[in-house]
């Protein structure tokens, strides 16, 4: 990632915080990260998609242990890494936390937290976004 | 009157601890003489990635998903801590883009050692009392610093509460705050410092006690209260041992003190101290049973807090979001080094 | 459109090439396909060159001009063009200059593909390879490239039972190959034991499951078909040409283990050839990871979804076997300079279906297929060739 550019992280805060993704108002697809029309629909979507807030539940579709991992993460490895299955359709990518490494499975049932994903060093900003932990 | 008061909470603790007796061992101290002299078995350790924004939107998130209110109606965040994750750059906006609050509000981030949590809530109290706010959010947070060695280091840990103050569907009244703030300089850090210094056992009677016990009087003498009044009282725990000091000098029993006393187990969350407390307290807290709160910060102040549980406290979802008892129970213990690697003591080039 | 050949190929070894240059090593690949057409210098109409990112490795962009300059042909003022689809860069450059003689606009170009991996430090190389994924949606959150791999292997295993054994054999079959091939960068011989038992890098993937870091170009002549008796005896025609994309991230697929940019590709170069997978003889396939050559041959249709595990285990695969592929050794044992692979999996095939692969000739090999993937398969080209 370029160091020390912040627009380029301010303008995906809805997505990163609040899994803000979006709807197409055709066929009630959603989205995450928001499209600027639905691939399915395309033309007859175009205006017709609707901000859609996820409920951040979902479950491991696939995963691996990262041990080596880049010098943001480093100090977290080994972590586990998903991709998760939402509920309301999207798939998305994202750290799992709070867990045995031994305990990730496919089909294990999660909900999105909040935790800081990465910095630019001492100095630049701090990028905050989701991560998820196991849900009961 | 209107009554003022808590409309909701929610709590956060990160799930890492370390044992006293390994820190001890570390240092080359005895674990006996230090666990039973502080009165703290464990403290809580924050992640790498966790600092007091993600506690803080954690607990505020966990207040408002136990009640109903519409996260536009918040007019005020305050997120009182010593450990803001940005010296400039409030920690508070941060909470407010989170919880979908933003952008008609105000923000502002708080420090008064560990009293800057009851101090935001001190403040958004006055915001509803004026109608300048029809919900406001203090937060109390921190992910607080200790230098390897310190004393301070057995003690010095995280978590978090949040509390939507507001005028309806209130769950426990405010009936009355008061403060005691003097020029103390018991403990501190200066400006670009990563650690505390503190005046060793000068933080003791001329400070937390003095404070403490002349605010507590100063509360009991505005409201006609006795200890014997109170079901709960919660007293600001630096460590296992100075509150329960405290509350019998104010002829407050242990009992008492018992459900709001977490430091033996998660250390001193310092702004997260008392509002995790009162958290747990809220926890089983029924209608009609009475709360005395009483913070300390150093350099220092007290607040105190005189409440009362409503009856809308059985028709909060409490179960939403953990109870600060889970916090605690759903724990993993690390080593000194893997404690080292978390809390940045390593030093590389 | 007329028909296109291959007839002068050029490669450097690949490895770390500490003394080598970006421009030292495409000059020298680049006379080696010169020398191997019997083309002279003033015949090219143009160039096309695939470079993942010089940019980040060394620096260095307007790539084109630089290799048109470091290969001596300033003075000509001819074109050059580079191309660039993450690990398929190469490939795409193939498939790009074909265009070019095919349409007839020109008769003679010369592709290249490069990569100089090693002028940086750190995992400086693997946050590069890195941006091949989501930089937005993968990598930010903590996705590294072999995580990403990793992830189609866990759901690989999960649903058509593929052992962690069966990932390491494709590196033991590869290296066995790598050892007989002078330009790889691990020419020798692996023991499943050891692939196995490598550091973990993001499970199930080892360090050996991986592809190296890798300095490294390569070099083709592509000319008319109907010149190209003039210039050797062996020309090689590319009959069929595919190229397809997905989506960036690999979460965005409707299948985790299947790579629709590698079965439309492949759909595309087999319908313009007009053959079947089973009529392929040998191919060099995109293991950039073990689990890689799993997929590709399940996705390019030499065995069934599912069953590219089994493939390994019945040695299908090997030198002598039913299909043999990455007879070079593959990105994995021949080595990954990312924006030469594609290039080079070409000038393998050629080799072959030349019969000049000496120790690892492929016996009997007419029709050879190269499979080039771009990142974790947001993109993928697939070329198929035959001995005129």
Redesign the interface.
Known sequence: MAEGAVPRFWREIPQRYNLIGNKCNECEKVFFPPRESCPECRRKSMGKMKDFKLSGEGEVLTYTIIYEASEKFEGQAPYPLAIIQLKEGPKITAQIVDCDIEDVKIGMKLKSTFRKIQDDGYVGAIYYGYKFKKRN | MVNIGIVSYGAYIP?FRIKSSDIAKAWGKDPKTITGGLGIIEKSVP?????V??IS??SA?SALSRCSINPQDIGAIYVGSESH??AVKPTGT?VA??V?ATPNLTVADYEFACKAGTAAIQTCMALVKSDMIKYGVAIGADTAQAAPGDALEYAASAGGAAFIIGKENVIATINQTCSFTTDTPDFWRREGRKYPAHGGRFTGAPAYFRHITSNAKNLMELTGTKPEDYTFAIFHQPNGKFPVRVAKMLGFTPEQVKQGLLCPVIGNTYSGATMLGLASVLDVAKPSDRVFLTSYGSGAGSDAFDITITDTINQLEKKKAPLVSELID?K?YVDYATYA?YRDLLYWE | MRDVAVIGVGITKFGELWDKSFRQLIAEAGSQAIIDSGISGKEIDALYVGSMSAGRFVGQEHVGALVADASGFSQMHIPSIRVESACASGGLAVRQGYFSVASGMNDIVVIGGIEKMTDVVGTEASNILATGLDQEWEAFFGATFPGIYAMIATRHMHDFGTTREQLAQVAVKNHANGALNPYAQFKREMKLESILNAPMVASPLGMLDCSPVSDGAATLILCAAEKAKKYTDKPVKIIGSGQASDTLPLHGRNDICTFESTTYAARMAYKQANIEPSKIDVAEVHDCFTIAEILAIEDLGFVKKGDGGKAIDNKITTLDGKIPINPSGGLKAKGHPVGATGVAQIAEIVLQLRGEADKRQVKDAKIGLTHNVGASGASCVVNILEAM
């Open positions: 799930r992640s790498l990635d966790q600092d924004a993600t939107v954690e998130r994750p940005y941060i883009e989170a979908c759903d993993e690697k």
